[in-house]
């Protein structure tokens, strides 16, 4: 099957092994997998922030770059949320891109829930480590994922799967809503990295990038913390590094 | 309201957080309101069905809302009250003031009533030479405090136990009451022994209403103290607050809302006392109390036209505001109107003008929590998104965020360009990393004041995939 | 009637002006909503969830035993600082016929606001909820219910029903809705201070439930 990766603006730019470590997740389990190279943003920022028409101009961009594929999956809850949620609400009053909308929703999926759901994976790698998994809003509530990421994770040979309290609680990342109100922001990322610090556990992992930057900013900043990385990562044997903010730049 | 109260929310916030006593309230309510929520509705069988019947419930309403007010008043009426109509908070307040006069009132018994709070009704009976005292033991401690509520159902929520003995002390001193107090209880005594003298003096009492009824011309009140029930019950007359979209037909509709009321607010399955008020009540002295209902208006009529109607479903329950990250960190005065939370950010704005309240839809992570919780289905995150919208293009949003948010957009649209710039500016942020941060840099002020930004790894995926990929294809 | 009303009725009518198709009129009782099911028998789930939220139940089966049940608690809860044992008692005959001894100070009048002790009758019993259902009227008037230290209200097994809608069929068959309805679950309590339960805040610090399962009669 032809499976288009969307690796997100953020992945694209600041963590690019995330979409390494997720087109080999896909090959390894027999999608052919294509990055259309013109791929930019999904327009969330400006969604967000008010510029409804900005969005939409990045919206049909992206439905038309997307079209043709038999899925789209995107290593981003918050991505996917707004491609599978939003973008046929952007579209309300425009019946043709509304349909081509609804089309590239119905394709599209968040990786973990694609790898568990869509491909029924099962991983044989091992991860020696006990790791603590972090929902992003997004995904557990825009796309209901919750047993996706635990379900690759608990197939790790050597992982222990620590779940930290309050896991449905947002980090405080919630885009520019992290520099607009960054001290609520940074008070939400405090309470986060109590919570991740309580499991003990060794690694921090999400699907998120978003929430990765946030929380591993502020472990940063409190000075310590375990290693962080991207679900992806760890899940294709990529997670050998300092992680996210490590100290050794991976 | 006056007009400014809303702004610097920011500012506020900030004042909030570093507030320690408030900061200990907050921390002390907390999970407690969540997790009696959590067991209340996992225990409640058909929670979704009533959740979807409370919404088709209030939405029919709001369709027929003049039929359903004009049969509500016809049944007032018919029960022997009276019906007062408001167009705005001014004119509720003359009405209610009025209505006091008439009946020569010194003393005014308060129950708990947000729309009391949105009219400013207290200052105005004040200001008209009445006393006017809150009833619920959360509005009196802070009518002593000389605040504003900071929660729709728990107004003092942010007031520790040293603080409310503080001000009782000093308050209750005139009463005679000097005793050191310490517990809960007595507090909680001592407040009760204040109160029933004032239940027994006034001249009026004034309720809010949770739900009136269109059949049968009653108004609802739900309480745990039971103070609206004195309020409505003991003085000679009593006058019913309430705000349009408190109607429902029927007072099976009415059952079905209180059923999720309660489990929603405070985790309860009924509260202590659910009472349905049908015009002048029967007296101890043979005569019949007075009965008035001001029904007010006070934007709902134009928000029921527009895009927003959603909101006027609410129930006004609080749990958006237990569930909201940002609420429970900074509490409600941060948010300056009469509504905190995810459902005041968008009361508020449309209520006192978009440009009176510039920061409040924009108080949220999108986190999403406040729409599932809701038990009225309200797209509380929707609904915030379309206020910035609306900010955007009313030009009510800054200028140089504007351009930002353009630009951003813009720039996406040019894949060409956007990777000639992203590109070397990634190679050159992975540079200036130190340990996998970057420096301190002048885009990144407010994020770096609080945490750190890890640094770019350098590169850029898409290109870097296709390139290989375009290698591959040629060799 | 006045210009506000004009105003807004005319305001919420819009340009769609008068819709009343579909409106409820007339079919008032079709409105019911999904209802809970129970887990138990009427009268289990309204003494489990009475006595959940701080109420006292006593379960009896003759007048005699009602009495005793009123007598006990009385002798435990019902002294106050100054006053004495007396109950008032609300005039309605199911109660001030109930056969009262001689050494308990009863008296049947409406109520004061320095009662220690009222007693009341519920028109029902809601299992749902554990509520009781008052009815305003001289006979039961709803002071009663709200001004005393303790509450104490006698229901008959026989009027327990499962849930709130039965008492709305009721009052719209007998065609008359009572100046208050008042639904009580339990003792007053408040937790406006730190969150913290605190029984008797404005209204009753105890509430006793007698349900009558037998010596029911008129």
Same mark, same amino acid.
């Given at each position: 099957?032809?499976?288009?990766?969307?690796?997100?603006?953020?992945?694209?730019?600041?963590?690019?092994?995330?979409?390494?470590? !997720?087109?080999?997740?896909?090959?390894?389990?027999?999608?052919?997998?294509?990055?259309?190279?013109?791929?930019?943003? @999904?327009?969330?920022?400006?969604?967000?922030?008010?510029?409804?028409?900005?969005?939409?101009?990045?919206?049909?961009?992206?439905?038309?770059?997307?079209?043709?594929?038999?899925?789209?999956?995107?290593?981003?809850?918050? +991505?996917?949320?707004?491609?599978?949620?939003?973008?046929?609400?952007?579209?309300?009053?425009?019946?043709?891109?509304?349909?081509?909308?609804?089309?590239?929703?119905?394709? @599209?999926?968040?990786?973990?829930?694609?790898? !568990?759901?869509?491909?029924?994976?099962?991983?044989?790698?091992?991860?020696?480590?006990?790791?603590?998994?972090?929902?992003?809003?997004?995904?557990?509530?825009?796309?209901?994922?919750?047993?996706?990421?635990?379900?690759?994770? %608990?197939?790790?040979?050597?992982?222990?799967?620590?779940?930290?309290?309050?896991?449905?609680?947002?980090?405080?990342?919630?885009?520019?809503? %992290?520099?607009?109100?960054?001290?609520?922001?940074?008070?939400?990322?405090?309470?986060?990295?109590?919570?991740?610090?309580?499991?003990?556990?060794?690694?921090?992992?999400?699907?998120?990038?978003?929430?990765?930057?946030?929380?591993?900013?502020?472990?940063?900043?409190?000075?310590?913390?375990?290693?962080?990385?991207?679900?992806?990562?760890?899940?294709?044997?990529?997670?050998?590094?300092?992680?996210?903010?490590?100290?050794?730049?991976? | 309201?006056?007009?400014?109260?809303?702004?610097?929310?920011?500012?506020?916030?900030?004042?909030?957080?570093?507030?320690?006593?408030?900061?200990?309230?907050?921390?002390?309510?907390?999970?407690?309101?969540?997790?009696?929520?959590?067991?209340?509705?996992?225990?409640?069988?058909?929670?979704?069905?009533?959740?979807?019947?409370?919404?088709?419930?209030?939405?029919?309403?709001?369709?027929?809302?003049?039929?359903?007010?004009?049969?509500?008043?016809?049944?007032?009426?018919?029960?022997?009250?009276?019906?007062?109509?408001?167009?705005?908070?001014?004119?509720?307040?003359?009405?209610?003031?009025?209505?006091?006069?008439?009946?020569?009132?010194?003393?005014?018994?308060?129950?708990?009533?947000?729309?009391?709070?949105?009219?400013?009704?207290?200052?105005?009976?004040?200001?008209?030479?009445?006393?006017?005292?809150?009833?619920?033991?959360?509005?009196?401690?802070?009518?002593?405090?000389?605040?504003?509520?900071?929660?729709?159902?728990?107004?003092?929520?942010?007031?520790?136990?040293?603080?409310?003995?503080?001000?009782?002390?000093?308050?209750?001193?005139?009463?005679?009451?000097?005793?050191?107090?310490?517990?809960?209880?007595?507090?909680?005594?001592?407040?009760?022994?204040?109160?029933?003298?004032?239940?027994?003096?006034?001249?009026?009492?004034?309720?809010?209403?949770?739900?009136?009824?269109?059949?049968?011309?009653?108004?609802?009140?739900?309480?745990?103290?039971?103070?609206?029930?004195?309020?409505?019950?003991?003085?000679?007359?009593?006058?019913?607050?309430?705000?349009?979209?408190?109607?429902?037909?029927?007072?099976?509709?009415?059952?079905?809302?209180?059923?999720?009321?309660?489990?929603?607010?405070?985790?309860?399955?009924?509260?202590?006392?659910? %009472?349905?008020?049908?015009?002048?009540?029967?007296?101890?002295?043979?005569?019949?109390?007075?009965?008035?209902?001001?029904?007010?208006?006070?934007?709902?009529?134009?928000?029921?036209?527009?895009?927003?109607?959603?909101?006027?479903? =609410?129930?006004?329950?609080?749990?958006?505001?237990?569930? +909201?990250?940002?609420?429970?960190?900074?509490?409600?005065?941060?948010?300056?109107?009469?509504?905190?939370?995810?459902?005041?950010?968008?009361?508020?704005?449309?209520?006192?003008?978009?440009?009176?309240?510039?920061?409040?839809?924009?108080?949220?992570?999108? =986190?999403?929590? +406040?729409?599932?919780? @809701?038990?009225? %289905?309200?797209?509380?995150?929707?609904?915030?998104?379309?206020?910035?919208?609306?900010?955007?293009?009313?030009?009510?949003?800054?200028?140089?965020?504007?351009?930002?948010?353009?630009?951003?957009?813009?720039?996406?649209?040019?894949?060409?360009?956007?990777?000639?710039?992203?590109?070397?500016?990634?190679?050159?942020?992975?540079?200036?990393?130190?340990?996998?941060?970057?420096?301190?840099?002048?885009?990144?002020?407010?994020?770096?004041?609080?945490?750190?930004?890890?640094?770019?790894?350098?590169?850029?995926?898409?290109?870097?995939?296709?390139?290989?990929?375009?290698?591959?294809?040629?060799? | 009637? !006045?210009?506000?009303?004009?105003?807004?009725?005319?305001?919420?009518?819009?340009? !769609?002006?008068?819709?009343?198709?579909?409106?409820?009129?007339?079919?008032?009782?079709?409105?019911?909503?999904?209802?809970?099911?129970?887990?138990?028998?009427?009268?289990?789930?309204?003494?489990?969830?009475?006595?959940?939220?701080?109420?006292?139940?006593?379960?009896?089966?003759?007048?005699?035993?009602?009495?005793?049940?009123?007598?006990?608690?009385?002798?435990?809860?019902?002294?106050?600082?100054?006053?004495?044992?007396?109950?008032?008692?609300?005039?309605?005959?199911?109660?001030?016929?109930?056969?009262?001894?001689?050494?308990?100070?009863?008296?049947?009048?409406?109520?004061?606001?320095?009662?220690?002790?009222?007693?009341?009758?519920?028109?029902?019993?809601?299992?749902?909820?554990?509520?009781?259902?008052?009815?305003?009227?001289?006979?039961?008037?709803?002071?009663?219910?709200?001004?005393?230290?303790?509450?104490? +209200?006698?229901?008959?097994?026989?009027?327990?029903?499962?849930?709130?809608?039965?008492?709305?069929?009721?009052?719209?068959?007998?065609?008359?809705?009572?100046? =208050?309805?008042?639904?009580?679950?339990?003792?007053?309590?408040?937790?406006?201070?730190?969150?913290?339960?605190?029984?008797?805040?404005?209204?009753?610090?105890?509430?006793?439930?007698?349900?009558?399962?037998?010596?029911?009669?008129?």
């Amino acid at each position: 099957m032809r499976v288009a990766l969307f690796a997100t603006c953020l992945v694209d730019n600041l963590r690019p092994r995330i979409g390494l470590a !997720s087109a080999r997740l896909l090959q390894d389990h027999g999608c052919e997998v294509v990055v259309p190279p013109s791929q930019t943003c @999904c327009g969330q920022p400006g969604y967000n922030n008010g510029d409804v028409r900005g969005a939409r101009a990045l919206a049909r961009k992206t439905i038309t770059e997307f079209e043709g594929f038999d899925y789209v999956v995107v290593p981003s809850g918050s +991505c996917a949320g707004m491609i599978i949620q939003h973008y046929p609400r952007l579209f309300r009053d425009e019946p043709d891109w509304r349909a081509r909308a609804e089309s590239l929703a119905a394709r @599209c999926h968040e990786l973990t829930h694609f790898l !568990s759901h869509v491909l029924d994976i099962r991983l044989d790698r091992t991860f020696e480590g006990r790791v603590t998994y972090h929902d992003s809003c997004s995904s557990l509530r825009e796309l209901g994922i919750h047993g996706a990421p635990r379900t690759l994770l %608990s197939q790790m040979h050597g992982l222990v799967l620590l779940e930290m309290k309050e896991t449905e609680v947002c980090c405080g990342f919630g885009g520019t809503f %992290s520099v607009k109100f960054d001290e609520i922001s940074e008070r939400m990322a405090s309470n986060k990295t109590r919570r991740v610090r309580e499991t003990g556990a060794d690694v921090l992992a999400a699907a998120d990038l978003g929430c990765l930057l946030n929380i591993a900013g502020r472990l940063r900043r409190e000075d310590g913390g375990p290693r962080i990385f991207h679900i992806a990562e760890l899940l294709a044997g990529m997670a050998d590094g300092a992680g996210i903010g490590g100290p050794d730049k991976a | 309201m006056t007009a400014n109260t809303h702004h610097r929310f920011r500012d506020k916030a900030h004042a909030a957080l570093m507030d320690e006593p408030l900061q200990r309230a907050m921390d002390k309510a907390g999970d407690g309101f969540i997790a009696r929520r959590q067991t209340a509705i996992a225990a409640l069988d058909q929670y979704e069905a009533l959740r979807s019947r409370a919404k088709s419930i209030k939405e029919h309403t709001l369709d027929h809302l003049p039929e359903y007010l004009e049969r509500y008043e016809a049944q007032v009426i018919a029960s022997g009250g009276q019906v007062h109509w408001a167009r705005d908070a001014e004119e509720a307040r003359k009405l209610v003031i009025d209505l006091c006069r008439r009946a020569g009132a010194g003393s005014v018994a308060k129950g708990k009533s947000m729309i009391g709070e949105e009219i400013g009704l207290n200052h105005a009976l004040e200001a008209a030479g009445m006393e006017a005292v809150e009833t619920d033991l959360g509005e009196y401690i802070i009518q002593l405090a000389e605040e504003p509520p900071s929660h729709i159902i728990a107004p003092a929520l942010h007031k520790t136990r040293e603080q409310i003995i503080a001000m009782f002390r000093e308050h209750h001193r005139s009463h005679g009451y000097t005793e050191p107090l310490e517990t809960v209880a007595e507090i909680v005594d001592e407040a009760r022994a204040i109160l029933r003298d004032k239940f027994l003096k006034a001249d009026v009492g004034i309720t809010g209403a949770n739900f009136l009824i269109a059949e049968t011309g009653s108004s609802v009140i739900v309480t745990n103290e039971g103070n609206g029930d004195l309020t409505a019950l003991l003085p000679p007359t009593h006058i019913v607050l309430a705000s349009l979209d408190k109607l429902v037909p029927t007072p099976e509709d009415a059952t079905t809302l209180l059923r999720l009321l309660a489990r929603s607010a405070t985790g309860q399955e009924s509260t202590a006392y659910t %009472s349905f008020f049908t015009g002048p009540k029967p007296r101890n002295d043979g005569h019949e109390s007075a009965y008035h209902v001001v029904l007010i208006d006070n934007s709902r009529s134009r928000i029921l036209h527009g895009k927003y109607r959603d909101m006027l479903r =609410c129930i006004r329950c609080g749990a958006c505001l237990n569930h +909201c990250p940002v609420y429970t960190n900074v509490g409600g005065h941060a948010y300056g109107g009469v509504y905190p939370g995810p459902m005041g950010s968008v009361l508020g704005p449309l209520l006192d003008g978009l440009a009176q309240a510039p920061e409040l839809p924009n108080a949220s992570s999108f =986190c999403g929590r +406040c729409a599932e919780v @809701c038990p009225m %289905s309200i797209p509380l995150p929707e609904l915030l998104r379309q206020l910035r919208n609306d900010q955007f293009e009313e030009r009510i949003t800054p200028l140089r965020q504007r351009c930002a948010t353009r630009l951003w957009s813009w720039l996406n649209t040019h894949p060409r360009l956007y990777r000639a710039l992203a590109g070397p500016a990634m190679a050159l942020l992975s540079r200036m990393g130190r340990n996998g941060i970057l420096p301190r840099l002048p885009g990144l002020g407010a994020w770096q004041r609080g945490r750190e930004f890890p640094a770019p790894e350098g590169g850029s995926f898409v290109r870097e995939w296709n390139r290989r990929r375009g290698r591959t294809r040629h060799e | 009637m !006045s210009e506000a009303r004009r105003e807004i009725l005319t305001r919420l009518r819009g340009e !769609s002006g008068t819709n009343k198709a579909g409106v409820r009129d007339g079919a008032w009782s079709s409105s019911a909503g999904p209802r809970p099911r129970l887990d138990g028998s009427a009268l289990e789930v309204f003494v489990d969830k009475l006595r959940q939220n701080s109420a006292s139940v006593v379960r009896v089966d003759s007048e005699a035993a009602i009495i005793k049940a009123i007598g006990n608690f009385l002798r435990v809860e019902g002294q106050g600082q100054g006053q004495g044992q007396g109950l008032v008692v609300m005039p309605h005959p199911r109660l001030r016929e109930l056969n009262w001894p001689n050494d308990l100070e009863i008296q049947c009048r409406a109520p004061r606001a320095s009662d220690l002790n009222v007693l009341s009758l519920a028109a029902f019993g809601i299992a749902e909820t554990g509520s009781l259902v008052l009815l305003s009227g001289t006979e039961t008037p709803s002071e009663a219910n709200f001004l005393p230290e303790n509450f104490l +209200c006698l229901v008959d097994r026989a009027n327990l029903i499962e849930h709130m809608e039965e008492v709305w069929q009721h009052l719209r068959q007998q065609g008359d809705f009572p100046a =208050c309805v008042n639904l009580i679950s339990g003792p007053s309590r408040t937790a406006d201070v730190e969150q913290t339960i605190q029984l008797g805040a404005h209204g009753p610090r105890r509430l006793l439930v007698v349900i009558d399962e037998g010596s029911k009669n008129e």
